[in-house]
Each structure stands twice: as structure tokens, then as C-alpha cells.
């Protein structure tokens, strides 16, 4: 099992700044590729970032790029997400994901089916 708990979120104006945080506890943290999905109210959960195993590799949704940076610190069990340039529409519960640490796994964590560990979420609100 592996537990993921995030911290970071808050209210914030547009324009604003913030970082989300998630610590990861029971697994080796390195054997997992993780990801940030986010749902707001109404909507259904969706991708806005993820980060291989090593933190080479990055990938982003359309909606968050050049604005939102992904990144690990595998010494710490900490993967963690800047959001710069909020906008009103970047308000949403946003989740830490790990897939499910099997070697076969994709590269990178980008879909809901391929989650195998979530966190409870942190409320992030971007007034306009």
C-alpha cells in the first residue's frame, strides 16, 4: 500500500501563485510514476500533470502548460506541483496519484484506469 497526503492548497487571486505538495509514505516512492489530477465541481477528474519514476520525464494537460511545473524529490517522497498565473478556472480539488508500481506500467501516469493510489485531496480557489 501506499499512502499519498497533500498539502499546499489554499485561496489565492488570479494572477496569483501556489505549491502543492504530497508526501508519500510504505512503498519505495522511486518504483512510482506519479500525477496531479484535479476535479472540479461538476466536472469529472482530469490529468494536469505527471513525472516518471526519476523525474526525467514531464508531461502536462494543454490547460496548465508553460503556467504549472511537476516535479519529485525521490530523498523526501515528495512529489510537488507550482501553479503560477492561476486562473478562476484552475479552482478544483486537486489529487496526488501514484500508478500501481508494476514494471510494465507506462512511462507516465496520465489516465484515471491507470491510478493505482490516491490522495484525499486539497482545495485550491482562484478568485477572479
Given at each position: 500500500?501506499?499512502?499519498?497526503?497533500?498539502?499546499?492548497?489554499?485561496?489565492?487571486?488570479?494572477?496569483?501563485?501556489?505549491?502543492?505538495?504530497?508526501?508519500?509514505?510504505?512503498?519505495?516512492?522511486?518504483?512510482?510514476?506519479?500525477?496531479?489530477?484535479?476535479?472540479?465541481?461538476?466536472?469529472?477528474?482530469?490529468?494536469?500533470?505527471t513525472i516518471s519514476r526519476s523525474g526525467g520525464t514531464r508531461d502536462y494537460a494543454d490547460?496548465?502548460?508553460?503556467?504549472?511545473?511537476?516535479?519529485?524529490?525521490?530523498?523526501?517522497?515528495?512529489?510537488?506541483?507550482?501553479?503560477?498565473?492561476?486562473?478562476?478556472?484552475?479552482?478544483?480539488?486537486?489529487?496526488?496519484?501514484?500508478?500501481?508500481?508494476?514494471?510494465?506500467?507506462?512511462?507516465?501516469?496520465?489516465?484515471?484506469?491507470?491510478?493505482?493510489?490516491?490522495?484525499?485531496?486539497?482545495?485550491?480557489?482562484?478568485?477572479?
Amino acid at each position: 500500500q501506499v499512502q499519498l497526503v497533500e498539502s499546499g492548497g489554499g485561496l489565492v487571486q488570479a494572477g496569483g501563485s501556489l505549491r502543492l505538495s504530497c508526501a508519500a509514505s510504505g512503498r519505495t516512492f522511486s518504483n512510482y510514476a506519479m500525477g496531479w489530477f484535479r476535479q472540479a465541481p461538476g466536472k469529472e477528474r482530469e490529468f494536469v500533470a505527471t513525472i516518471s519514476r526519476s523525474g526525467g520525464t514531464r508531461d502536462y494537460a494543454d490547460s496548465v502548460k508553460g503556467r504549472f511545473t511537476i516535479s519529485r524529490d525521490n530523498a523526501k517522497n515528495t512529489v510537488y506541483l507550482q501553479m503560477n498565473s492561476l486562473k478562476p478556472e484552475d479552482t478544483a480539488v486537486y489529487y496526488c496519484a501514484a500508478d500501481r508500481g508494476f514494471h510494465n506500467n507506462p512511462l507516465l501516469l496520465r489516465s484515471r484506469n491507470e491510478v493505482g493510489y490516491w490522495g484525499q485531496g486539497t482545495q485550491v480557489t482562484v478568485s477572479s
